[in-house]
């Protein structure tokens, strides 16, 4: 019998040793893809980042986590890619650093937590121009694009963003979201008219479930 | 090298030779709510408050930033650096992401400012080298560049120098220059303390120049975060961090840095440890 329960665990305490083993025995039984990573990876993720926000874990054990996850995700890409329905990801995001700041880790764990569920991440880099999130945003077909910001002098950075987003062709289309420390909900969603504001990693998939709608 | 620094009472002189000196770091109002909203009302009071906490605490030099979200921060600086300086005779460090911004305070300051910070960037350069020139100020170079920040040595060597050669064009000596060869957490990199361990070594030996670091990066993510900045500003001023970036109010983080002084013998008879531990503790003897 495959050990789904142990997938589970191994991803949680971060045991990036045994997932490969442990995720190829579920395959080599025949244990669905789809099952394996939605009832036993994400459930995993899940609880990761609820243990992360009731701090009980660390970030390194978070990332070890999602880097567990993604050792798993690697064995199983190949076959869900052959199956065009259920490679239907649960949505795409672009994300990147507002001009100006070079800051990374937030956003990246953010990726990393975005990409453990299920979501198609586009990491477009630090010190991004506005235009830039356009562009990226149409050629890549966003359904989200998510901004961070550090720097209390982003600000207008974060704002212009937003403008450009908002007054372009994808404003009906493209969900838009704000993090890191510089930051307030009150400035980007109030103010600038975003869509959403995440306060840390976790919270970045709640709020682009929510504003994607699913819930 | 010795950098000086003044204001109109006083010098300071951060050098390898010298105590480690302390700049206070607390009035910066990013992550600081209660700070921030007092400086969009434009009340100094809570600037005034951290300035002399910090100066109490042991800082010789203070950090001060005022960047908030819909203010006039030029406006601000001028302001708050005139708050500093009716309650406090330490030097300051104007430090803002905005040029204007720093040649405006810098205008408005009556000594030899340190200035946070310039970059290898190019239009940072451009923009603030020559304020710093004109004002013969001291400026904090940040070892980062139009590719980012990086993570290896060799690059954060190559940076410090370029800002070094670039000010010295300008005519700013290189002890007026103190490199942060940037630490970045070691909760996403284990390898990051390792890192900016070896480049503020190589940069101490191959360029010489005062170092500062803001250690609280360090320990993003970790528990126990005072002490992790704590062992990791001992490690660093090992390895040539003469003028960190820190927040002395916090014991654990000034303790460290007057017994790292005192193993390198920088502290007679143990006076200035003992002196802080007394006051911390005014009850035990």
């Known amino acids: 019998m495959a050990d789904l329960e142990g997938i589970k665990t191994a991803i949680i305490k971060g045991k990036r040793k045994e997932i490969t083993g442990l995720v190829q025995a579920a395959l080599d039984e025949n244990v669905d893809p789809h099952t394996l990573i939605n009832d036993y990876m994400i459930e995993a993720m899940k609880e990761v980042g609820a243990n992360f926000e009731a701090k009980k874990i660390f970030v390194p054990e978070m990332m070890i986590a999602a880097r567990t996850m993604q050792t798993g995700l690697e064995l199983i890409k190949p076959l869900i ?135 | 090298m010795h950098t000086r620094v003044s204001s109109e009472h006083q010098e300071v002189i ?93 205008g408005a300051y009556p000594g030899k400012a340190l200035v946070n910070s310039v970059n290898g960037e190019e239009a940072k350069l451009k923009e603030v080298l020559p304020l710093v020139a004109e004002h013969k100020a001291a400026v904090v170079a940040l070892t980062m560049d139009d590719r980012g920040i990086p993570t290896d040595v060799p690059t954060r060597l190559a940076i410090a120098e370029k800002i070094v050669n670039e000010a010295a064009r300008l005519g700013i000596p290189a002890e007026d220059v103190i490199v942060d060869p940037l630490a970045m957490s070691v909760a996403s990199d284990d390898q990051a303390g390792a890192g900016a361990l070896a480049a503020l070594t190589q940069i101490r030996d191959k360029l010489g120049v005062n170092q500062t670091i803001g250690a609280s990066n360090v320990s993003y993510g970790l528990p126990e975060r005072r ?30 840095l007057l017994l790292a002084d005192l193993f390198l013998g920088k502290d007679e008879f143990a006076m200035n440890y003992i002196t802080a531990y007394r006051e911390q503790n005014p009850d035990a003897d």
């Open chain 1, 81 to 215: 890619a052959q199956d065009a329905e259920a490679s239907k990801k649960a949505g795409t995001v672009v994300i990147g650093t507002v001009f100006g700041d070079l800051h990374d880790i937030g956003k990246n764990l953010v990726v990393l937590m975005l990409e453990s569920s299920g979501f198609e991440v586009h990491n477009i880099g630090e010190n991004v121009p506005p235009e830039q999130f356009v562009e990226k945003a149409r050629e890549l077909k966003a359904d989200v694009v998510g901004m961070s910001s550090l720097l209390t002098t982003g600000d207008p950075h974060v704002k212009a963003t937003i403008e450009a987003m908002k007054s372009s062709d994808l404003a009906d289309r493209v969900k838009v979201i704000c993090g890191g420390a510089a930051v307030t909900k009150k400035y980007a969603v109030d103010v600038c008219g975003a869509d959403g504001y995440a306060r840390d990693a976790v919270d970045g998939v709640k709020v682009v479930q929510q504003v994607l709608g699913l819930g």
């Open chain 2, 14 to 106: 951060i050098g390898p030779d010298q105590p480690v000196v302390i700049i206070g770091e607390r009035i910066n109002p990013t992550g600081r709510k209660k700070l921030a909203e007092a400086l969009e009302r434009g009340d100094m009071a809570f600037v005034q408050e951290d300035a002399l906490k910090q100066v109490k605490a042991g800082a010789q030099i203070l950090d001060v930033n005022v960047g908030v979200s819909g203010a006039d921060e030029s406006a601000l600086m001028i302001e708050a650096l005139q708050a500093v300086r009716e309650v406090v005779q330490a030097p300051l460090c104007i430090d803002s992401a905005n040029p204007k911004v720093l040649a405006t305070g810098l």
């Open chain 2, 227 to 256: 002490e992790v900045n704590g062992v990791f500003l001992a490690m660093a001023v090992m390895c040539g961090l003469t003028c960190p970036i820190t927040d002395p109010s916090l014991w654990p983080i000034r303790r460290t």
